[in-house]
């Protein structure tokens, strides 16, 4: 089943020339199927290149998805056309009395940066409080995912003295964890942050369920118990150069970046990057969608109720 957008969404025809499905609302309409409704709040600078990648992720489903993007204010931004922000996306206010599926948080540029000196902590906060009344279950991306620990766990930032940045290698630890169904005993994801996500530190401050992690990266995935909150620390939706291109930034910014680990064959920032993430991207979000909201969430989302859900699977 495709995902359904509005279709002057620049992802639209994307997504069409990667032959992925993307329905008209009109014929969704008419198949008289209740759509999984998923809200995606966008924290990313290059919104139309982020959504393009969940997006991609999100339509690797049988099942149909209504994709609503939600931005965190009303601030003009230099990476994304105004009349962009004005057409596609809703704030807060516009959706706030409303029941979710599933909301995605994405990552941030805001690394090196106290989460009290964001500029929209306080909208953060207010959006992750609403989610536990109104969202069957919320998956955090990478920087989304140290802030969501600090809002229910209160676990302070930790900073890395350097910026993790490559592929790196993960292994699983629990093969019957419905987020990890299907998944290969190891397998590559990309990251790209300062935070910090030591297993031991988050075995002993929460109740997580730690799901994969790397000898270099730490915790790569990690859900509550009854699954309604999935932490994703890496970036499994970025395209294939995307590191590329963020390494290129930070060294014409006079950065002095590594180069990116397990990246470039043999290292060469000459030669073609080579994705070797994309199977388990999809298999994650097709994961999360299917065990973490499809089977827990009521059918009438106007019954929503957090005494409904379970922890079986």
């Given at each position: 089943m495709p995902i359904k957008i509005p279709d002057r969404l620049p992802a639209t025809d994307i997504l069409r020339s990667e032959n992925i499905f993307v329905m008209t609302e009109a014929r969704a309409a008419s198949q008289g199927?209740?759509?999984?409704?998923?809200?995606?709040?966008?924290?990313?600078?290059?919104?139309?290149?982020?959504?393009?990648?969940?997006?991609?992720?999100?339509?690797?489903?049988?099942?149909?998805?209504?994709?609503?993007?939600?931005r965190i204010d009303n601030r003009p931004t230099k990476n994304t056309p105004q009349e962009h922000l004005d057409t596609f996306y809703r704030q807060f206010e516009m959706v706030k009395d409303r029941n979710f599926d599933g909301l995605i948080v994405t990552g941030a540029p805001l690394g090196l940066v106290q989460f009290e000196d964001v500029l929209y902590w306080e909208e953060i906060q207010l959006i992750m409080n609403w989610a536990?009344?109104?969202?069957?279950?919320?998956?955090?991306?990478c920087w989304a995912a140290q802030a969501g620990l600090k809002l229910l766990y209160d676990l302070p930032k930790r900073t890395r003295k350097e910026k993790l940045s490559g592929v790196y290698h993960h292994r699983i630890h629990d093969c019957h964890h419905?987020?990890?169904?299907?998944?290969?005993?190891?397998?590559?994801?990309?990251?790209?942050?300062?935070?910090?996500?030591?297993?031991?530190?988050?075995?002993?401050?929460?109740?997580?369920?730690?799901?994969?992690?790397?000898?270099?990266?730490?915790?790569?995935?990690?859900?509550?118990?009854?699954?309604?909150?999935?932490f994703v620390t890496g970036h499994p939706e970025y395209d294939v150069d995307t590191l590329h291109n963020?390494?290129?930034?930070?060294?014409?910014?006079?950065?002095?970046?590594?180069?990116?680990?397990?990246?470039y064959p043999n290292d060469d920032v000459n030669c073609d990057p080579v994705a070797s993430w994309r199977s388990h991207g999809h298999l994650l979000f097709s994961n999360w969608l299917n065990y973490c909201v499809y089977q827990q969430t009521p059918y009438d989302l106007a019954h929503f109720s957090e005494a409904s859900f379970t922890k079986d699977n």
């Open positions: 199927i209740r759509p999984l409704k998923v809200l995606l709040l966008n924290l990313m600078p290059k919104k139309i290149e982020t959504e393009t990648q969940f997006l991609r992720l999100l339509s690797n489903s049988p099942l149909q998805v209504d994709i609503e993007l939600l536990k009344d109104h969202v069957t279950s919320t998956l955090f991306v419905p987020v990890l169904r299907g998944f290969d005993d190891t397998f590559f994801a990309p990251h790209s942050r300062y935070a910090d996500f030591s297993a031991d530190y988050l075995n002993k401050h929460t109740d997580l369920d730690i799901l994969a992690t790397s000898d270099q990266a730490g915790v790569y995935l990690a859900a509550t118990k009854d699954k309604r909150n999935v963020e390494f290129l930034r930070d060294r014409e910014q006079g950065m002095e970046p590594i180069i990116p680990v397990n990246y």
